[in-house]
T-cell receptor, first 110, second 114 residues
Framework: GQNIDQPTEMTATEGAIVQINCTYQ??????LFWYQQHAGEAPTFLSY????GLEEKGRFSSFLSRSKGYSYLLLKELQMKDSASYLC???????????FGGGTRVLVKP | GAVVSQHPSWVICKSGTSVKIECRSLDFQATTMFWYRQFPKQSLMLMAT?????????EQGVEKDKFLINHASLTLSTLTVTSAHPEDSSFYIC??????????FGPGTRLTVL
């Protein structure tokens, strides 16, 4: 089975940096995804990691350590519009099925 | 980028009726689509994997006779909630694979059962 943990909520100030951690225990691993979801909307794709290391995309970066079962999403230069839920999802060994963590609600304050 | 659409965006129905939700991949073919359910302030829970031309694969605890899935073509999957009850009220989201490194989500369907 899959078990994916991430903090429930985080608060940060506009312009600051926030790091959202995700730990996972899975029976197989074929990639880790981060999605952003605003209330009442569908998730939008942010990043994908399958090898160890850091992937950078503008203000967002994602890191993966497969040996530790650990990933983080780093949001820099926070903007008010970044207030949303951030979902960590792991793809198992077979097929394209994703298992989602509980999501982290990030609140950006002025 | 790839686009996945869902119809309807929201639906209100009476208890005991059936509701059909469509999921379409607009600019790519998808042999596999996924159906998720999301309750307020909770994460996405995978309900089933929809396979074109064959039976859907349901996750543990999901009643296949209640949530009927049909994937009749490479661009369309439908989810029918049969004999809906208030506890079925939720946000239903479909997704389709755009490749090995991503999966695209539809905009979701909010179902309210009175």
């Amino acid at each position: 089975g899959q078990n994916i943990d991430q903090p429930t909520e985080m608060t940060a100030t506009e312009g600051a940096i926030v790091q959202i951690n995700c730990t996972y225990q899975t029976s197989g691993f074929n990639g880790l995804f981060w999605y952003q979801q605003h209330a009442g909307e569908a998730p939008t794709f942010l990043s994908y990691n399958v090898l160890d290391g850091l992937e950078e995309k503008g203000r967002f970066s994602s890191f993966l350590s497969r040996s530790k079962g650990y990933s983080y999403l780093l949001l820099k230069e926070l903007q008010m519009k970044d207030s949303a839920s951030y979902l960590c999802a792991v793809r198992g060994a077979a097929g394209n099925k994703l298992t989602f963590g509980g999501g982290t609600r990030v609140l950006v304050k002025p | 980028g790839a686009v996945v659409s869902q119809h309807p965006s929201w639906v209100i129905c009476k208890s005991g009726t059936s509701v059909k939700i469509e999921c379409r991949s607009l600019d790519f073919q998808a042999t596999t689509m996924f159906w998720y359910r999301q309750f307020p302030k909770q994460s996405l829970m995978l309900m089933a994997t929809s396979n074109e031309g064959s039976k859907a694969t349901y996750e543990q605890g999901v009643e296949k006779d209640k949530f009927l899935i049909n994937h009749a073509s490479l661009t369309l999957s439908t989810l029918t909630v049969t004999s809906a009850h208030p506890e079925d009220s939720s946000f239903y989201i479909c997704s389709a694979g755009g490749g090995i490194d991503t999966q695209y989500f539809g905009p979701g369907t909010r179902l309210t059962v009175l």
